[in-house]
């Protein structure tokens, strides 16, 4: 067992610290709702300014001529502990802005993709997203009313996911909901982390 | 809010420049801090109570510094200035260099070798 890439010698970490988790999924489907309704306070908003070709603004010369846009990612805040703070940050658009996704998947211990059985493909960006880099993530499908009831073996079969993912229903807007989902996640992305640490 | 210290290699922010333009006003342009990268999640805690205006510091630093009386991340700064993520860093990286706040850079839970903050998140969760 290797614990070479650990950058501290030993036992635990160096606390106060902060975490992240993302929520992410189409246009709509309750990220901003699923942030409020586990945070202890409603969403913050927070805005990185862009050049038009999705990359941050890194040198000033001519801003005023290049075309800017501004993303707006929507945060919530969760202090477990004096010294321990978990944040859940909503992702923005998930055609552009990969820039952004970058940064927030970056450290992030994993990731809730929200889904809408009524646009199901809407999702896919994301799973292929965190597939790709790796992020352990889990679906949760969004209850909304009058969409038919789907099983969830069902959802996991068209979406494709590897039979580890974890898939559950939820109600974006219900604090019990969402903190299930989140508790689920955070035991997912420590199996998955103990899986790699046997593999290595 | 108006805008002090333009110096003329940055006299295009006038009145009628938008909002993504102003924030460049309160960095003086710059658009790189000084030191440090400060990831959305860096905690930041001021090293005192309060600062006499100096030179160099204007009143977003005197805000952030209030602000971070108590433990704020780079995110929650930059929401409740109302500012770009981008400005607070370079606003950030001049308060570093004066030693006016410390900042706690969010751990890799790839590189702690136990599983103490994934519980401490799960039990913290279920506790709500
Ligand atoms: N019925 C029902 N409505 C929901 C649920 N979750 C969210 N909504 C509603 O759906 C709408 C969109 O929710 P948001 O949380 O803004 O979705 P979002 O994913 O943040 O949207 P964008 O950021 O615009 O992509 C809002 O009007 C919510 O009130 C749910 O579980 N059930
Ligand atoms: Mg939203």
Redesign the pocket.
């Known amino acids: 067992m290797d614990y070479g890439h650990s950058e501290r010698p030993s036992g635990a970490a160096a606390l106060p610290t902060a975490i992240k988790i993302l929520v992410a999924?189409g246009?709509?489907?309750?990220?901003?709702?699923m942030v409020g309704a586990v945070s202890e306070t409603r969403p913050l908003r927070t805005e990185e300014v862009l050049t038009e070709s999705g990359v941050g603004i890194d040198d000033l010369s001519g801003v005023e001529t290049k075309q800017t846009t501004t993303v707006a990612m929507?945060f919530g805040r969760i202090t477990i502990s004096d010294d321990l703070v978990l944040y859940l940050f909503?992702t923005p658009?998930q055609d552009r802005f990969w820039f952004v996704w970058d940064e927030l998947a970056l450290g992030a211990i994993g990731a809730v993709v929200?889904a809408d059985t009524r646009r199901l493909a809407d999702c896919f960006p994301s799973i292929d997203y965190f597939e790709g880099r790796g992020t352990p993530f889990l679906v949760a499908v969004?209850?909304?009313?009058g969409a038919r009831q789907y099983r969830l073996d069902e959802v996991q079969a068209a979406l494709n996911l590897d039979p580890e993912v974890p898939v559950l229903l939820c109600?974006?807007?219900n604090r019990e909901s969402a903190k299930e989902v989140l508790i689920t996640l955070v035991e997912h992305a420590m199996k998955v982390r103990d899986a790699r640490r046997r593999a290595e | 809010m108006t805008v002090q210290g333009e110096s003329a290699e940055h006299q295009w922010v006038d009145d009628h420049a938008g909002p993504v333009v102003r924030p460049y006003a309160v960095t003086g342009g710059r658009a790189r801090p000084v030191t440090g990268t400060f990831d959305l999640i860096s905690l930041v805690t001021a090293t005192r109570k309060d600062v006499s205006p100096e030179i160099g510091i204007g009143p977003e630093h005197l805000a952030i510094v209030g602000l971070c009386q108590r433990m704020q991340s780079v995110a929650e700064i930059a929401a409740h200035l109302d500012l770009p993520v981008g400005t607070v860093r370079v606003l950030l990286g001049d308060l570093v260099a004066r030693n006016l706040v410390q900042i706690r850079e969010p751990q890799s839970t790839l590189g702690i070798p136990d599983h103490s903050i994934f519980e401490a998140v799960i039990n913290g969760l279920r506790a709500l």
């Not at chain 1, 246009?27 to 709702?33: A, N, P």
């Open positions: 999924g246009f709509g489907v309750g990220k901003t709702t929507d909503g658009g929200l969004n209850c909304f009313e109600d974006a807007r």
